[in-house]
Nanobody, 126 residues
Framework: QVHLVESGGGLVAAGGSLRLSCAASGGTVSMYAMGWFRQAPGKEREFVVGMSWSGDIKDYADSVKGRFTISRDNAKNMVYLQMENLKPEDTAVYLC???????????????????WGQGTQVTVSS
């Protein structure tokens, strides 16, 4: 059973930066696409970015393109999300997820992901 734990969230002023981390245990992430999603109160879970198992394919939501950067360290079983120029509308719980299928391309559909972390809160003040 893969266990994902996010960290690095917090309160930041608009224009600020945060770096989120996702640590995996109980299984590998190295052969799987990984994704970051976010969920604001009263809203559906929203795709933020996905990355292929090799790291060479990255798919960003338009709302974060140019501001967020996903990366991974397969040797450490870690995935990261660097967030720059944060906006109040980025406020949400951020969750990382591992896809169900090995060697897959990153998907935007939540149903493609088999394992989820509990999330870390990001709050951006105006």
């Amino acid at each position: 059973q893969v266990h994902l734990v996010e960290s690095g969230g917090g309160l930041v002023a608009a224009g600020g930066s945060l770096r989120l981390s996702c640590a995996a245990s109980g299984g590998t992430v190295s052969m799987y696409a990984m994704g970051w999603f976010r969920q604001a109160p009263g809203k559906e879970r929203e795709f933020v970015v996905g990355m292929s198992w090799s790291g060479d394919i990255k798919d960003y939501a338009d709302s974060v393109k140019g501001r967020f950067t996903i990366s991974r360290d397969n040797a450490k079983n870690m995935v990261y999300l660097q967030m720059e120029n944060l906006k109040p509308e980025d406020t949400a719980v951020y969750l990382c997820a591992r896809e169900a299928s090995i060697y897959s391309f990153p998907a935007r559909d939540v149903r493609s992901y088999a394992y989820w972390g509990q999330g870390t809160q990001v709050t951006v003040s105006s």
